[in-house]
């Protein structure tokens, strides 16, 4: 599959309204998409912080992406790196600022990636994820500091 990328009009569109909508795009992924996310919450015993979802409050489990081979791997579809770099340039970066990875800390995560993210990193996504590895050499101690104050992690 040959990567992706956005059209002189998209790219108008965007820089017009502020957003692109790609229906179907991964509709051939979405299948095992739905599998893997139930898979994550159940994992994670069905809710927030390990407790079933009871639908009075948010559940959030973060980096959910990061969660599992399967999901971690859809960053590097050509389709959706097609669309980032269109939009970015061809060394975007999912995150970029030392306080927006501060902000993991109210989740009580300590690395910006989880496991499967990092594991299954290829040097093509590596690129992408770089800087914000680089900045996250305080979020365990603002993690720390979080959970002193907190009974339960933030739901989002």
């Known amino acids: 599959m040959s990567k992706l990328q956005l059209t002189t009009q998209q ?13 179907g795009l991964l509709s051939d992924r979405i299948e095992r998409m739905l599998e893997e996310f139930e ?4 994992a994670h015993g069905g809710g927030h912080n390990g407790r079933p979802h009871d639908g009075t409050a948010r559940s959030s489990i973060l980096p959910f992406v ?10 590097d579809d050509p389709r959706i790196d ?9 060394d975007y970066n999912y995150l970029v600022l030392r306080n927006e990875v501060a902000a993991f ?7 910006v990636y989880g496991d ?18 680089a900045q996250q050499d305080h979020l ?17």
């Open 11 to 23: 790219l108008a569109f965007m820089d017009t309204f502020g957003y692109l909508a790609f229906p």
């Open 39 to 42: 898979n994550v919450f159940m």
């Open 66 to 75: 990061d969660q599992t081979d399967y999901l971690a791997s859809l960053i």
């Open 82 to 90: 097609g669309i980032f770099s269109s939009l970015l340039g061809e």
């Open 105 to 111: 800390a109210r989740f009580w995560v300590d690395s």
């Open 116 to 133: 499967a993210m990092l594991r299954t990193a290829n040097p093509a996504r590596l690129v992408h994820l770089q800087q914000p590895l």
């Open 140 to 156: 365990a101690e603002e993690v720390r500091k979080a959970k002193l104050t907190m009974k339960e992690p933030a739901r989002w």
